[in-house]
């Protein structure tokens, strides 16, 4: 935490811009940003500082997958004699928040996907950036009262991870379940209410 006050904010929030597009976990940032800049900076600033630099990861991320890094990707797959797949955009939306709570994929390889599927960007950063922020939002109190030593709010930050989990779990179930169930349909059928 030292190490990273003496760097100060500008290196700090620049680096969690860039480092988890190279497939750095950005959860250290969330768990340190609170303690090390918020007496200086103040919690709301660093939080804001902390949602800018997600965005703007978000943006970096979306841009190799789609534009950099797709190119060599398809002309491999192409070689392989196989096809990159693309996201009907009438599935763009749910399909960007199945990934997002998927668990298990990192963060990049989660963004990666997305920008490679051709998801549009103004759905993938209006999905992606809410969903990303309100974990680390969460995981940014955690470690913030962590740091001062707070027990109990701590506890609180670690249940409200824990139910934000379960509900989003719940919510990619029920999203998975609905897909199926319009995968199932003929083309005449209608939903059942």
Same mark, same amino acid.
């Given at each position: 935490?030292?190490?990273?006050?003496?760097?100060?904010?500008?290196?700090?929030?620049?680096?969690?811009?860039?480092?988890?597009? $190279?497939?750095?976990?950005? /959860?250290?940032?969330?768990?340190?940003?609170?303690?090390?800049?918020?007496?200086?900076?103040?919690?709301?600033?660093?939080?804001?500082?902390?949602?800018?630099?997600? $965005?703007?990861?978000?943006?970096?991320?979306?841009?190799?997958?789609?534009?950099?890094?797709?190119?060599?990707? =398809?002309?491999?797959?192409?070689?392989?004699?196989?096809?990159?797949?693309?996201?009907?955009? +009438?599935?763009?939306?749910? =399909? +960007?928040?199945?990934?997002?709570?998927?668990?298990?994929?990192?963060?990049? =390889?989660?963004?990666?996907?997305?920008?490679?599927?051709?998801?549009?960007?103004?759905?993938?950063?209006?999905? /992606?950036?809410?969903? /990303?922020? +309100?974990?680390?939002?969460?995981?940014?109190?955690?470690?913030? /009262?962590?740091?001062?030593?707070?027990?109990?709010?701590?506890?609180?930050?670690?249940?409200?991870?824990?139910?934000?989990?379960?509900?989003?779990?719940?919510?990619?179930?029920?999203?998975?379940?609905?897909? $199926?169930?319009?995968?199932?349909?003929?083309?005449?059928? +209608?939903?059942?209410?």
């Amino acid at each position: 935490l030292a190490l990273m006050r003496e760097v100060g904010p500008g290196i700090f929030f620049a680096a969690m811009t860039v480092l988890p597009a $190279a497939g750095f976990p950005i /959860s250290p940032f969330w768990l340190t940003a609170g303690p090390v800049f918020a007496g200086q900076l103040g919690l709301p600033v660093v939080i804001a500082c902390c949602g800018a630099a997600l $965005a703007a990861n978000l943006a970096i991320t979306y841009w190799l997958a789609r534009y950099a890094f797709r190119p060599p990707l =398809v002309w491999l797959v192409r070689r392989l004699g196989y096809e990159l797949p693309r996201v009907a955009p +009438t599935d763009q939306v749910g =399909v +960007t928040v199945l990934v997002r709570l998927t668990p298990g994929p990192p963060f990049c =390889v989660q963004g990666y996907l997305l920008g490679l599927a051709e998801v549009r960007f103004r759905t993938y950063l209006a999905v /992606s950036w809410p969903i /990303s922020m +309100t974990f680390g939002v969460v995981f940014f109190y955690f470690g913030d /009262s962590l740091a001062q030593g707070k027990g109990k709010l701590a506890l609180l930050a670690f249940c409200g991870l824990m139910a934000l989990g379960a509900g989003l779990k719940f919510l990619r179930g029920r999203m998975l379940r609905k897909q $199926a169930a319009r995968e199932e349909m003929e083309p005449g059928d +209608t939903p059942e209410s």
